[in-house]
């Protein structure tokens, strides 16, 4: 039997199985700071609040901060070396909860706005921390010919979760039956739970792994900005890699804050009806792609799966901005089912892809180099996107939706460059 089609063992099985449900709690809180969820609360909740310029603003930051906090993962790289794995996560995961939690308290007046960016950008910080200690963890648990597969089936049941929370806060902006920021509480419980089982979790054969990170040097020379460069002038390979990452991804950071300004401003779409497009239907639809995708990364490199899955998300982003400039609900819908498709590949390709540049001992350092370029791009796109947005818009009303072909460019330039550095692979 080929390696790509191995079945996963009865130990990793068994280590899948404490992992679920503590992730699906966890999921719950996060759908609350999900980029276009918060974004799309952000929205509501303060317009009228604060200055229009100010309330744009925030809806780039928080759609942002899932891949702006990232910038800090070398941070958590860091704090990770050298510990037992376990012990830290759930540390991280109560504090993520707590994060979110703090979000219920945001008054509406006064500095709630800031309150509220500050809070979501700090329980993503914290979720940084967690992928980056997590990739190790799925790494030395699951064998590489089964990986995908097994956190592919994590990620399913968390996109569930995620997309359950998202859509009550967009039930709660709609029919305004409850203030939607207290789902923020339940979310935070649901959180910490989460955090409390997964202290059953064990990582397997943990020892060698620290010896690993011992070994090449993780301990003596932690990672820094200066590893980083090192990392990019020493391994070409990656290099390109990560320059291709960095324009597919940054369209892909601008096209969520875009939307929903156009969303809001332009197509007077209900809040529910924007968090369902946007984040909602994405995140069911991501189940039914993922064994896929996995099917097809465990049987290939990085560069050629990418070279694939990139491609599906230009088609998403082009039916999306194609239903905005026709205003056809039935494109947007269209596109919102592709873009759950494109992420859900696009999601297991980010938590693993660096695996098949770096050496043993080496994945969380490649990783903090993935996680931390993407931050950059995080906290610069979004409010690049935006601000093409405005100023279209301050030059004639109603123009602000060609800003959308922005990202549209910047996926297919992505796109393309993945396709180039497949053909330079070895077969």
């Known amino acids: 039997m080929p390696a790509g089609r191995s079945q996963p063992s009865a130990l990793a099985e068994g280590i899948f199985r404490r992992e679920i449900l503590p992730w699906g709690l966890l999921g719950f809180a996060l759908g609350l700071v999900e980029g276009a969820t918060a974004a799309v609360l952000v929205k509501q909740h303060f317009a009228g609040a604060a200055a229009r310029s100010g309330v744009n603003l925030a809806v780039a930051l928080v759609s942002g901060a899932p891949a702006f906090s990232n910038v800090v993962s070398f941070v958590w790289a860091n704090v990770a070396h050298g510990r037992a794995r376990v012990q830290l996560m759930v540390a991280l995961q109560a504090a993520f909860a707590l994060a979110v939690g703090a979000v219920a308290l945001t008054p509406r007046a006064g500095g709630g706005l800031a309150f509220t960016v500050a809070s979501v950008i700090a329980a993503r910080v914290l979720w940084s921390g967690i992928l980056t ?21 994590i990620v399913i049941v968390n996109a569930v979760a995620v997309a359950s929370s998202a859509a009550l806060v967009g039930v709660a902006l709609e029919a305004r039956w409850v203030d939607a920021r207290w789902l923020y509480g339940g979310g935070a419980l649901a959180g910490l739970l989460g955090a409390w089982l997964y202290r059953a979790m064990r990582v397997r054969r943990e020892f060698r792994l ?6 090449s040097g993780a301990l003596s020379e932690p990672f820094s900005l200066r590893m980083l460069s090192r990392i990019l002038r020493e391994d070409p390979a990656y290099r390109e890699y990560m320059l291709w990452m960095g324009v597919f991804g940054a369209g892909n950071l601008m096209l969520t804050a875009q939307l929903v300004l156009v969303f809001a401003e332009q197509l007077r779409l209900p809040s529910a009806m924007q968090i369902a497009l946007l984040a909602v239907v994405p995140l ?21 799966y990418r070279s694939r ?22 494109l947007l819908w269209s596109g919102a089912v592709l873009l759950g498709a494109a992420q859900a590949g696009a999601n297991l390709g980010w938590n693993l892809g660096h695996n098949d540049f770096a050496s043993v001992g080496r994945a969380q350092h490649y990783m903090g180099v ?43 330039a992505g796109a393309r460059g993945f396709t180039r550095m497949r053909s330079a692979l070895a077969p």
Do not use: C
Request: charged share 10%; proline share 5%.
């Open 133 to 153: 200690v997590r990739a190790a963890v799925w790494s030395a648990n699951y064998p590489r010919n089964v990986l995908a597969r097994i956190t592919g089936r």
């Open 210 to 215: 620290l010896a690993a990170e011992a070994a």
């Open 284 to 304: 069911i639809t991501q189940p039914l792609f993922t064994p896929a995708w996995a099917k097809l990364f465990d049987g290939s490199h990085i560069v050629r």
């Open 309 to 330: 899955q990139g491609w599906a998300l230009v088609l998403a982003t082009a039916v999306l901005v194609g239903g905005v400039f026709a205003r056809s609900t039935l």
């Open 370 to 412: 993935h996680v931390t370029l993407t931050g950059l791009r995080g906290g610069l796109a979004p409010p690049v996107g935006v601000l093409a947005y405005m100023l279209l818009e301050g030059w004639q009303r109603g123009s602000g939706r060609w800003a959308l072909l922005l990202p549209l460019a910047m996926t297919a």
